[in-house]
């Protein structure tokens, strides 16, 4: 899925927006440059056909004077006049090549300047009104027609046609021009408010990065507030407030657990000893005793849990923070199973480990290194085998898959503890590392009976685990094989020596 920022989305829509303008403003202009050339060629054609009838109305003036009798175009003196005029006109420079004829009544060509046109169209009938029509013959062209008019006798008709190849050239010559230019003003727009959508959303980027700096442990951190006061600014200085609220709120939740933590278990180990030392003399009174054995059976509860949550509050002090050293997660999680041997003993447990070259031993598992704190990754490992080792049943086995992997080109490590227990509920996968949460037991004498445990946990292990990983730029989920089961996958960093892998025992 291609993912497209905002300033991409505002970027294209100026594009779009400024390419649908010119488009629309190109057509609207081809438009109206249309139909100015087809009315500038209307009226020379209108210019001209009226300018020869004046002309003709003036020879019949004055010969009408001298009492010359004109009631035919066909009069010899009239068609020796007209030759005249017509070699006249035809040494005047035109801005349109033109025919121009005279006919009869009747359409019958008297006389034409040229032949370039067939003047004779047949779908002018009435000789006595002006007439415009397009010929569509070949070529095509546009033709006036005007009555040739003495004492409000109709002598004839007047004829001037022009080609529309004319009209279409300079058509094509504008659109040509009108494209060049709108694709110049698109570019220069489109590339002046890129650089102005870039530049007003400088401070956005500003306070991104800014917002990408800001965790956990850096609260103290606040975004960029650009100059002025728009919305932008407003936006930045609001955020800023809340991160001082929630700096002040982390900081008081970090320092009631750490107190409470340190103030609880001070008092709970001298009630604790109160007991033992009761317990011990009050050895002949079984009621009692059980009394004495049940409180300090949960004062060590509340002081188990009082010491995950200060551990807990560290480390989310710490972030990153730890100490960071090379670390072989091999001889960590080796140590850790084999301090572990009592549990699996207990409950006929045993403990599989499988790499992809079927290595099953851990004298022949090559050294898995990356960089860290070992003994927080022994934490986050003893959780994860702990509550592995709750949900087992007896006699079953814990798997532990390791193999080499990679994510967007970085080396990792993958880690998968898997057991044969109850499958993790689908709606509990991703709630399973949030504090004190515990996934609901449908049937809690079952637990009892598969755990070997009468008392559940308190939430927090996994969570533990989830901070440990992340902060060794990790990842871990839950997830439920489809063979059945739980399992837990961790990715860790892969850290390489000053010798590749290729020469140690390594995966083939």
């Not at 870039?198 to 951190?221: N, T």
């Not at 609901?440 to 996994?462: C, W």
Request: charged share 20%; net charge negative.
């Amino acid at each position: 899925m291609i993912v497209v920022s905002v300033k991409q989305k505002i970027v294209l829509s100026l594009w779009l927006i400024t390419l649908l303008m010119l488009a629309l403003a190109g057509v609207l202009a081809s438009l109206w440059f249309t139909r100015d050339q087809s009315s500038r060629l209307d009226d020379f054609l209108l210019r001209e056909s009226h300018g020869i009838q004046e002309v003709l109305q003036t020879y019949f003036n004055v010969n009408a004077g001298e009492g010359a009798v004109f009631d035919s175009v066909t009069n010899p003196d009239f068609l020796a006049f007209l030759e005249s005029y017509f070699n006249e006109r035809s040494d005047k420079p035109q801005p349109y090549k033109t025919t121009m004829g005279v006919f009869t009544p009747a359409g019958n060509p008297v006389k034409a300047t040229n032949s370039a046109l067939d003047l004779n169209v047949a779908d002018l009938p009435d000789a006595s009104s002006q007439q415009l029509v397009t010929v569509n013959g070949h070529p095509p062209f546009r033709l006036v027609a005007v009555p040739i008019l003495h004492n409000k006798q109709v002598l004839g008709s007047i004829r001037v046609a022009c080609l529309t190849v004319t009209v279409e050239d300079a058509g094509n010559s504008f659109l040509f021009s009108l494209v060049a230019v709108l694709g110049l003003v698109f570019l220069c727009f489109g590339l002046l408010g890129t650089v102005f959508i870039h530049w007003s959303l400088r401070p956005v980027r500003h306070m991104s990065d800014s917002a990408q700096r800001i965790s956990e442990s850096h609260l103290d951190l606040r975004l960029t507030v650009p100059p002025g006061r728009d919305e932008i600014a407003q936006m930045a200085q609001t955020l800023n407030t809340l991160l001082a609220k929630l700096e002040r709120d982390f900081e008081f939740e970090e320092a009631l657990v750490g107190q409470l933590s340190h103030e609880l278990r001070t008092p709970l180990t001298i009630l604790r000893g109160r007991n033992e030392v009761a317990l011990e003399r009050g050895e002949d009174q079984e009621p009692v005793h059980h009394v004495f054995e049940d409180n300090i059976a949960d004062i060590d509860n509340i002081v188990s849990l009082l010491n995950t949550l200060l551990n807990l509050a560290r480390m989310e002090g710490r972030k990153e923070q730890i100490t960071r050293q090379p670390c072989d997660l091999a001889l960590v999680l080796q140590d850790l199973i084999d301090d572990l041997q009592p549990l699996w003993q207990e409950k006929d447990l045993s403990f599989h480990l499988s790499l992809p070259n079927r290595v099953s031993a851990w004298a022949q598992c090559p050294s898995l290194e990356t960089s860290g704190d070992p003994s927080l990754l022994r934490q986050a490992f003893l959780n994860i085998l702990t509550n592995s080792f709750k949900y087992t049943p007896r006699g079953s086995r814990i798997h532990l898959y390791i193999e080499e992997t990679a994510l967007d080109g970085a080396p990792l490590w993958r880690l998968t503890f898997r057991n044969s227990g109850p499958s993790i509920p689908e709606e509990s996968l991703e709630l399973v590392f949030k504090r004190f949460y515990r996934v609901e037991i449908q049937d809690p004498d079952r637990y009892e009976k598969i755990s070997g445990l009468g008392q559940r946990g308190f939430g927090l292990g996994l969570s533990i685990t989830k901070t440990v990983i992340e902060l060794h730029n990790g990842q871990v989920r839950a997830y439920n094989p489809p063979s059945g089961g739980a399992a837990f996958e961790v990715l860790l960093p892969r850290a390489f020596s000053s010798r590749s892998l290729a020469k140690q025992r390594s995966f083939p």
